[in-house]
């Protein structure tokens, strides 16, 4: 592993089912983010956590849940997927120990709810 | 509200410069980056700045602005491989970043 990896890389979902997307970074970054992005509307933020044991909610949380149990892993999870959720998904990290720190991001997860 | 505005396309030939402007809105302001992501693929860091004025890297530079909550992407000589979008970020007070919507970028011969 290099960076970060997300898991799956595509995903055709059925309208009400439960999904978990995974996401493992090995940098030993203590922040983490859940993005979706959609065409024209840019990276909007879901969930975060800025260290393990915390998170967050961002921008658009509702149908979402994730979980930090330790500093590698930030699995995000849809309870009941609805097409609404149809998106690209990105992982992000960050070392908030640097002033000038920049997210690194996994290579994302399109995600299709029909 | 927080609001990041920048074009949503440009059009430029190879070998020549292009800039991409950025304005934005935010609560409070603690840097502002710029990310190039070509499709289907994940953002990239490019930049980052902190204080007015030029930051020069290689082909590319950015620019601030924080008196007018203005920056720009310049890049130089560009290659075809330069065809992507940019996306202009900036790191509010709480240390979120906003998103603009991104730039698409397309490269003519």
């Known amino acids: 592993i290099a960076g970060i990896t997300q898991a799956p890389t595509s995903q055709i979902l059925a309208a009400g089912r439960r999904m978990t997307l995974r996401c493992t970074q090995d940098?030993?970054?203590?922040?983490m983010y859940w993005y979706r992005q959609d065409l024209g509307l840019g990276l909007r933020l879901i969930h975060y956590?800025?260290?393990?044991?915390?998170?967050g909610k961002g921008e658009v949380p509702d149908g979402y849940s994730v979980s930090r149990a330790n500093t590698d892993d930030f699995p995000l999870t849809l309870a009941s997927a609805v097409p609404s959720q149809t998106s690209v998904y990105f992982c992000?990290?960050?070392?908030?120990?640097?002033?000038?720190?920049?997210?690194?991001f996994g290579s994302g997860t399109r995600l299709t709810v029909v | 509200g927080q609001n990041i505005d920048q074009p949503t396309e440009m059009t430029a030939t190879e070998g020549a410069i292009v800039q991409i402007n950025c304005t934005y809105q935010?609560?409070?302001?603690?840097?502002l980056f710029w990310y190039q992501q070509h499709a289907g693929e994940a953002p990239t860091f490019l930049s980052y700045?902190?204080l007015d004025g030029l930051e020069e890297k290689g082909r590319f530079s950015s620019f601030l602005s924080r008196s007018k909550g203005y920056s720009y992407l310049l890049l130089k000589e560009l290659q075809m491989k330069d065809s992507a979008s940019y996306l202009c970020?900036?790191?509010?007070?709480?240390?979120?970043?906003?998103w603009g919507a991104g730039t698409k970028l397309i490269i003519k011969p």
């Open positions: 992000a990290s960050s070392e908030r120990g640097d002033f000038n720190y920049g997210y690194t």
């Open positions: 940098m030993r970054h203590n922040a």
């Open positions: 956590s800025n260290t393990a044991g915390t998170t």
């Open positions: 935010t609560s409070g302001f603690n840097g």
């Open positions: 700045n902190v």
């Open positions: 970020a900036v790191r509010d007070r709480d240390y979120q970043l906003i």
